[in-house]
Structure formats: C-alpha cells, structure tokens
C-alpha cells in the first residue's frame, strides 16, 4: 500500500447525500478478477451519458458536462467533498480502487458507511470526517473559489484551507500508523500469530462442533 | 456491574488481541466466499507466497454472475465465464469445507446456502465479501461484510482488525396484521432510523414480533442491517433457531449437538445489558411498505401518498427528494397504490427462501400476471429451496400465472447476470436496494415483500395485501 503523509491538493464538491458505491462503481465492472484498471469507470453512470462496459476506451465516450468530475475546473483533484452517508450499499472494494485509480487521495464528508471507511485505508485513501458545518464551509468556498485546494496534514492531523482557517480530525492512531508507513496490514497481524493459534486451540476445544469431521474435504 | 449484550458476548468470545488505542483482532469462524469480491484476495495470497490460514472455514459458491436460464449453455459473457472459473481454480488450489460449483445441485446465493447447510451456526463470527452477510446474524452470529483486502487477511490470518462497534437494540412489540411481513418490519425500522441510521452501530433486535419470526423471517430482518447503514444484524438464538438447525448437513450432531445447544441458551442479551441506543416501534402499526425513491429510506405504507419536495425544509434533503421523484418519474402526491410496473423480481438474498416462495405462490394461486407487467421472475435462493417448491408445486402456480421460474442466483437483484430492468421500466422487488441503476442502468426499483409483490403483479399497480387476504 502507498504511503500518505500530507497533500495539498484540488478540491471536487459532490453535492449529494448518500452516495452509494453502485453509483462509485457499477456493477459491471466488478467482473474483473485485476485490482486496477477503474479509474476510467468511477461514477459511470453519472460521469457518462452512454452504458459503460468493462475494457471500453473511454476517451471517446460522451461525457456528461453537468457531472461535476467532468468540468474544466475540477480535472486534477485529489480531494473529494462529499456529503452525508458516503460510500453507503455494497462491500465491493472496488469503489475505492477506483477513487485511488482515478486520483483521489482525500474524502471529506459529514459521515461515512463503515465497511467503505474501512476500505479506504486498505488502499491509501483517507476518508476524513468533519462537522456538517465545517463541511458545508468548504462546499461555500468551492462554489466559490475556483482552483480551490486544501492542505492535509495526517502527522498532525490538520486540514487548512487557503484562508488560513484549519480545522483538525480524528483517526486512529493504528490507521495513522498504517497509512503513513504503508504498511501491510497482513504482515502486522501475523506477528501475533502465536496469540492466534492459541487463541484458536482453545477456542475450537471450547466448541468442538466447530471442527468438521469432514474438513479438508471439498464437496 | 450491567449485564452482557449478545454482541458483548460475541466479540469478547472471539477477541484474539487488543491495542492500546481499541483496535483488536477478532478470530473468524466462518468465512464465506462468491466470485465477485475474491479474486484479487486469492491473487494477494499467491504474490506473498501465503497459505490459508484455516480453509475448513471455508463455504463457497458462485452467485452473482451465473445465469438464471439455459445452464446447458454455460456462462456465455466470457469475462464473467473467467470469474467464476477463476473461483473454481482458487478453491482447488487453496481448499474449502463446502464448495459448490456452478450448477451443482445445491449451489445458490452465498447467504441462502450457508444457513440452509448449516454452516452458519450461533456464537460464530462470520464473515464474507458481501454487505448482506448481516443475513447470518439471525442466528445470534456476529456476521458482516468486509471488503477484499480484508478478505485476503482473513485467509491469511482467521483474523479480522475490527474496532467494537456500538450497541443498538432496536425492539419491535405488538403483533403483526396478517399480510405484514418481516420485510415490512425491516423497511419500517429503515424508514424510521435512515439509511446511516445503523452506522457505527451492530443492531439487536428484538421483541415480541421479532421472536414470532421464522428463521426466514429473521434472516430478511437481519439481512436489511446493512440497509439501515449497520455493518451488523443481530437475534438471539431460541428454539426456532435450533429447530431450523437440527439434522442440518453441517450441524452439530450426537453430544456435540447437545453441548452445542447447552452453549447457544446462552446466547442473549442479559436483562440488564445496557445498549447505546435503543429504538422503539409497534408491529400492530406497520403496514405493508413500498419504496418510492432511490434510497431504501424512502419507504411508505402503501397506503400513502408519494412524498411533495415543496414540504421539506433541509435543502440537501429536498434537493435529494427532487432527484429520486425524477429518476423514478413520480409526481409529488401521488397515491403509491396508483403506481403501474412493467416487471416484477421474487428473489434476493433478502427474499428467495422456501418461506417466501410459499407466500407469493399463496397470493397467486389460480391468476394470472397483469397484461401490463411483462415480465414476472421468480428466482429461488438455493437449489434446495428450488426443489423443495417443485416438490410442493409452486413452480406450477407461478408457471400456470405466467410467471418465469428460473434457476438459483443473486440474479436481477444486481443485474451482473443477464437479468436486468431496462431504463425507464418500474420493478417491484423483493430485493434490498432501490439505488439508481441496481438492477440496470435508468431501470426504477421498489422494495417491497414477496406477498407484496405478487400482489402488485396481478394487480398491475401496487395493491395494500390487507386487503386481499
């Protein structure tokens, strides 16, 4: 996993609550056995006015200039401004494979869908939770400002915006650890492997109908 | 000292290691697997040179891109063709307890399997990259989805880096009017809480109602957690649970059955547990819901009228009432019993079990489909729930309506397969998410229960099932 420390980066206002990751990545792109290669298709539906398949150029697809991706002043941005509940509905990690794939380092929203949060520090992404006002502030100064970017800090976990105003956010410190080492989160846990197997050794002889007479086998 | 809640119990049985900051592991049991979300897990495995940690913990199957129709042709989209073929590699090459391949006789949706198996069992940790893994907390399991790379831990390691979650109860009491379902109750508590109602949250629930509820029941009550932003759905395991587990393939059995079920009385919150929040309602007053927006939060009795934007203060609410009215094509005020629908789905890990085939097969029995729904899919859960309804005839009452009987699978629930709405067409479904393009790009998506929509399709237009009992 890529390491985060700090961006200063463009910002991208999504003015939507509850965005799902069927609308991040639709389903027919989840075919795929890679783990890159979505950028192209984040937001299809809405960033697209034809049916996207998977493999299609999207070059020389028609885009939607009312989907605010595709607009001249937000090509570039690391930092997605979002609102309430993001990243709500299904599992598939592939909602933030393509945020990062796409360029999205950053995502400030009110609230977000736990396993979605959970994602995204899987990948490098930090999803950044602030006040409803403080939010709605940033969206203001969006509208407002073109090239309007944002400074994040996670060593001292600060945002701060070209005013000046900062604001700080929560993380915790294992994901802070693990985001700005990129570290494999596999490779950590298996250095309490000796706690596992002891924990599983008494665990299955707790509940022995957990051990199957026919594990190993394949039916 | 306050009492244990059942998640208290169920996290502290399988904590394995905690951090300073509460950051813990927690040991997995059961670890379910389909096609869509495990092959970049697998792939992960054979770049680091990992072996699976525990591969008995392994039930898998592929749903989500396997036909409903002509088997006999094979998967004939060739890039879903090499997924499902790409999970039948990584299960020969890293190993499984049950893996049941396309078209096997008792290959179904990942969630329908697993508890019909009896692979899913109270006081297990299960998990699965798949959202509507809270199906298995109705067995008074701690079950949720998680995304690949946890995925890849939990092969690598039986273990999961989770935080606890908070504790909500939410309690329904009362009765039920007949025609209400548990699909009902669970929207109703969606449309009361939200969306992200749940989040940061694993919700018990419980109640009269709720212990009245089949092990059907309660899997589509507990599935639906994830609809109210909860990773987690919990219920107590009673003696429903039991008996719906008793003589199951992979069920305890001899004296592990008895030192199973000795163990599983003590799966339930104390009576002095304390919850962060607990949610109130009264079944006697839930009537059957419709979905008429783009959120499963936007949900009605069918008795109302669809929501007028021009009432809603909040602006990002009004904007996003505007803009489901538009992608659904209703008109503010509009009675829900007056919308037409041009398809109808019976299926979903929500609504696909025997249970719920009976229910819709009750409702039609003798009548025939409206000639303005043009397509009607029945799609069972499993293959086991497919033979029990022929064993029982329904495929021939759903058949004789004008109704398509098709084979097991997720289906038009997410329209990976084949089977998708067109743009522009409504569906009533017994599936769990009405968002824009889930069952095909422009297609218009109602939830509702499978008395419901059975109901709506001889109808034409959505009809209140009170009234026709």
Redesign the interface.
């Known amino acids: 996993m890529k390491a985060f420390k700090q961006l200063n980066g463009l910002v991208c206002p999504l003015?939507?609550?509850?965005v799902?990751t069927?609308?991040i990545i639709?389903?027919?792109f989840?075919?795929?056995?890679?783990?890159s290669g979505f950028g192209p298709y984040l937001f299809d539906?809405l960033r697209y006015t034809n049916?996207g398949e998977?493999?299609m150029d999207c070059s020389t697809r028609p885009l939607n200039p009312d989907f605010v991706l595709n607009q001249p002043r937000y090509k570039g941005a690391q930092i997605l401004l979002a609102?309430?509940?993001f990243g709500?509905?299904?599992?598939?990690?592939h909602a933030?494979w393509a945020i990062e794939d796409y360029g999205l380092q950053v995502i400030i929203a009110p609230?977000?869908?736990?396993?979605f949060f959970?994602?995204c520090y899987?990948?490098g992404i930090l999803p950044l939770v602030a006040s409803v006002e403080i939010v709605d502030r940033l969206f203001r100064e969006c509208a407002a400002t073109e090239g309007y970017r944002l400074n994040v800090e996670l060593e001292t976990q600060t945002v701060t915006t070209p005013s000046g105003f900062s604001f700080e956010f929560d993380i915790?410190?294992?994901?802070k650890h693990c985001l700005l080492h990129g570290l494999d989160?596999?490779g950590l846990?298996?250095q309490?492997?000796d706690?596992?197997k002891n924990?599983?050794i008494k665990?299955l002889a707790a509940?022995?109908?957990?051990?199957?007479d026919?594990?190993?086998?394949?039916? | 000292m306050a009492g244990k809640t059942l998640y208290d119990k169920l996290w502290e049985?399988?904590l394995?290691?905690e951090?300073?900051?509460?950051?813990c592991?927690i040991?997995i049991?059961r670890h379910l697997i389909h096609e869509?979300?495990s092959?970049?897990a697998f792939?992960g495995m054979r770049l680091?040179g990992?072996t699976p940690?525990?591969?008995?913990s392994i039930v898998a199957n592929p749903d989500?891109?396997t036909p409903t129709r002509d088997w006999d042709k094979g998967i004939e989209?060739p890039?879903?063709r090499?997924?499902v073929e790409?999970l039948d590699a990584n299960?020969?090459e890293f190993?499984?307890?049950?893996?049941?391949p396309f078209k096997?006789q008792?290959q179904g949706i990942i969630h329908v399997i697993g508890p019909e198996q009896g692979t899913t069992?109270p006081?297990?940790t299960v998990v699965c990259?798949?959202?509507h893994t809270s199906t298995h907390g109705a067995f008074g399991a701690l079950a949720?989805?998680?995304?690949?790379?946890?995925v890849?831990?939990v092969l690598?390691?039986?273990?999961l880096?989770a935080?606890k979650s908070k504790r909500m109860q939410v309690r329904v009491e009362g009765q039920l009017s007949q025609g209400v379902t548990a699909k009902d109750v669970a929207l109703a508590v969606i449309g009361k809480i939200g969306?992200?109602g749940g989040?940061?949250y694993a919700i018990e629930f419980a109640g009269a109602v709720i212990r009245s509820l089949s092990m059907e029941g309660r899997m589509t009550v507990c599935n639906l957690a994830i609809e109210a932003?909860?990773?987690a759905g919990l219920i107590a395991a009673d003696a429903t649970t039991t008996d719906y587990l008793k003589g199951r393939s992979?069920a305890?059995k001899g004296a592990?059955?008895d030192?199973?079920v000795a163990?599983w009385n003590t799966l339930h919150s104390d009576l002095d547990a304390v919850f962060d929040t607990v949610v109130e309602i009264d079944g006697s007053g839930i009537a059957p819901q419709v979905t008429w927006g783009t959120?499963p939060e936007q949900v009605l009795p069918v008795t109302a009228r669809v929501p007028n934007p021009a009432n809603e203060v909040d602006s990002?609410?009004r904007?996003?009432l505007e803009?489901a009215l538009l992608y659904m094509g209703l008109s503010p005020d509009m009675p829900i019993e007056q919308i037409k629908i041009d398809k109808v789905f019976i299926g979903s890990c929500t609504n696909s079990r025997i249970e719920d085939l009976r229910a819709a097969a009750k409702v039609i029995r003798g009548r025939q489909k409206a000639s303005n729904v043009n397509q009607v899919l029945v799609v069972p859960g499993s293959g086991m729930v497919k033979r029990q309804a022929e064993q029982e005839g329904l495929d021939q009452i759903f058949i004789a309506a004008g109704f398509e009987w098709r084979e097991p699978g997720c289906s038009m629930c997410?329209?990976?397969n084949a089977d998708r709405l067109p743009a522009g067409e409504r569906c009533a479904s017994t599936s769990n998410?009405n968002?824009?393009?889930?069952q095909g790009?422009g297609g218009r998506t109602h939830l509702v229960s499978p008395e419901m929509a059975a109901a709506a399709a001889i109808a034409g237009h959505f009809v209140d099932i009170r009234t026709q009992l």
């Open positions: 003015d939507r609550a509850n799902d069927d609308a639709p389903k027919q989840l075919k795929s056995i890679q783990r539906e049916y998977p493999g609102r309430d509940n709500c509905g299904s599992s598939r990690e933030p609230s977000f869908a736990d396993i959970g994602n899987k990948n915790t410190p294992h994901r989160e596999i846990t298996l309490h492997a706690a596992i924990f599983e665990h509940q022995p109908w957990l051990v199957f026919t594990e190993t086998t394949t039916t | 049985s399988h394995v290691h951090e300073a900051d509460g950051t592991l040991y049991d869509v979300t092959p970049q792939e680091a990992r940690w525990r591969s008995a989500h891109n989209e890039i879903a090499l997924q790409t299960i020969k190993g499984a307890l049950v893996y049941f096997h008792n069992l006081g297990m990259g798949d959202s949720h989805g998680i995304g690949t790379s946890e890849e831990h690598a390691s039986q273990t880096i935080k969306t992200a989040t940061g932003g909860a990773r992979f305890p592990n059955w030192l199973a163990y959120s990002v609410k904007a996003s803009r997410l329209a990976m998410r968002f824009e393009g889930r790009p």
